[in-house]
């Protein structure tokens, strides 16, 4: 097996697949290369000539400009890399996607059918407070409800506890309102108590608004400064509510019910080599058996957008997709803040050199199928199909969105790994079998297989295919096993 990888033929430079030592000859092609520097493994060497200002070429689009003359055979990453990224752009309606050929397999999986059509992966029990003043209260609720009730019957019972709620205004305090009212609605929740103070500015008068219809029988509400001991009280409605979930049992139900959240963090040299393109793979299968993935990370598409707009089904969601883009990028600038300062320490040590080449990588997870929708921070999903989300890229917020819109389950390739997880089930998938063997009790996939041991794209994406059914059914991943679950709401404006 070589130990490098030339992603197009098109490329000026290839991938490490392993560390290379200076002095080293590869063969690329017709030509022998001498390795001038020790490379790391996952990182660039240049396979020709690159002068000055000239595009560095991977994936067969350019992911940034030499700052010097590069030599072949010569490490490229930030020592002689910049960006050749730009302000706002100019973008034209050019459609160039085309519906996929991929074959409807009749699969399913084994969900929990909830009153209003949704389906859900898990049956839990949840508090969630309206404000981060009584998060301890709900804590002591589900504390003493282990401690006094058979909950075997439940998959988990878990506060979503939070710092928001109050001293928020305008569009910062609709964003807590909207998410509350998201997960309040969750389809993976069998039950919920909603747990006010009294006095917040999250109301719960005005959070009911918010929510619209909701199942009277499985969300209740507690003010707790209207009750001489809240505690007490809402133990008595758990119980309640942890009653009525014994009737709840799964049932046979389409894949074309999944709701799957793609994202990707702690990136490295592989994600665009190895598990961005099979959760691509996966999404396009999804989206023809008509289920629906979420791709999100908006600041993660800047330089790699345009694939995205050109397969936009109409020319309004083009629109849309450049409103998205365009919109991220004034939000950056109400802050002062630089538009493109990224990637993060753990990327470059891992081998992304700029944005754009995070960008490129990040994209893959979306796969090839047409752009159905684009949806606004915690806006349930519409439209099946393939649906972009305005969230930032923050690992636990974004992962937090994609819960919040609807996805019952998030697919999470990374290079570096994280235990992390959110409040629906995270899939951590690893880019490379290294990291999957020395973090075996944070990771539940491996895509590094694609390179080490010669497994076929598809052979891999039916494997993937078979565990996220097994899970959707029902089997823990690793951070649920370690009860590992939080929410992170996206804050963003004054606090009083």
Known sequence: ??????????????????????GSRIQVGTKEILVINDIPQGHKIASSTIKKEAHIIKYRYSIGIAKEDITIGQHVHTHNVRTGLNENLEYKYSPNGKELAVKKEGLSFHGYQRKNGDVGIRNELWVIP??????????LIVEQLKAETDTSHIDDILVLGHQYGCSQLGGD???TQKALAAAIKHPNAGGVLVLGLGCENNQISQLKKIIGQWDEERVHFLISQEVEDEVEEGLKIMKMLSEKMKQDHRSQVPV????????????????????????????DWLVAQGGTTVLTEVPEMFGAETILMERAQTENIFDKTVDLINGF???FRTSNQPI???PSPGNKNGGITTLEEKSLGCVQKGGHAMVSDVVDYAEKIKTPGLNLLWSPGNDLVACSALGFTGCQMVLFTTGRGTPFGSFVPTMKIATNSTLFKHKNNWMDFNAGGLIDEGKSMEAL??????????????????????????????KSGVTL
Request: one cysteine or more; hydrophobic letters at 35%; a positive charge.
């Open 340 to 342: 493109y300062e990224n």
């Open 130 to 139: 309206t404000v981060g003043c009584v998060n301890g209260q709900a804590k």
């Open 256 to 283: 074309s019910k999944l709701n799957i959240g793609l994202k990707c963090g702690g990136s490295d040299g592989f994600s665009g080599i190895t598990a961005n393109p099979l959760l691509g793979r996966f999404s």
């Open 173 to 175: 305090h609709l964003n």
């Open 461 to 490: 994406r039916k494997e993937l295919t078979s565990f996220i059914i097994e899970v959707a059914s029902g089997k823990k991943l690793k951070h649920e096993i370690a009860k590992f679950k939080e929410i992170a709401i996206f």
């Open 329 to 331: 990028k004034d939000y």
């Open 1 to 22: 097996m070589n130990n490098y990888l030339q992603i197009h033929p098109d490329d000026n430079v290839i991938v490490a697949l392993e560390p290379i030592t200076q």
